[in-house]
């Protein structure tokens, strides 16, 4: 890397793993020589769910949840696409999940 290059330039050519806690570096910050930087770990994620759920939730999730795992976090409508809960995605820091409706049929 070249003297003077963003601490942001740096960190996504190295890659970082996926929930490496990014929230404390200054991501803007010049590098002008060799640095040894320690990234901890996040222990716990912060998302947010609405959509077509009762009220919507701000909550802290253990690192490794999924999208099927909030299923008895939140309180349903008649109207809440409960098949959106078979996912298996992976939460990430920040996430903002939004429920479905059902899809009407005819």
Known sequence: MESGTTLETVLKKARPKRFANLAN???KE?????VCIEI?????????IG???REPVSM???VG???CDLKSQV???EETDRKFFQ?????KDGDIIVVPKKKKTT
């Not at 010049?30 to 060799?34: F, L, N, T, V, W």
């Not at 996912?87 to 939460?91: D, H, I, T």
């Open 25 to 27: 570096l200054s991501l």
């Open 75 to 77: 309180v349903f409508t």
């Open 51 to 53: 959509g077509e759920i």
């Open 87 to 91: 996912k298996k995605r992976l939460l």
């Open 30 to 34: 010049k590098i002008y020589e060799s």
């Open 65 to 67: 949840a999924r999208v």
């Open 60 to 62: 802290t999730v253990k």
């Open 40 to 48: 901890p770990t996040l222990s716990q994620l912060q998302i947010q």
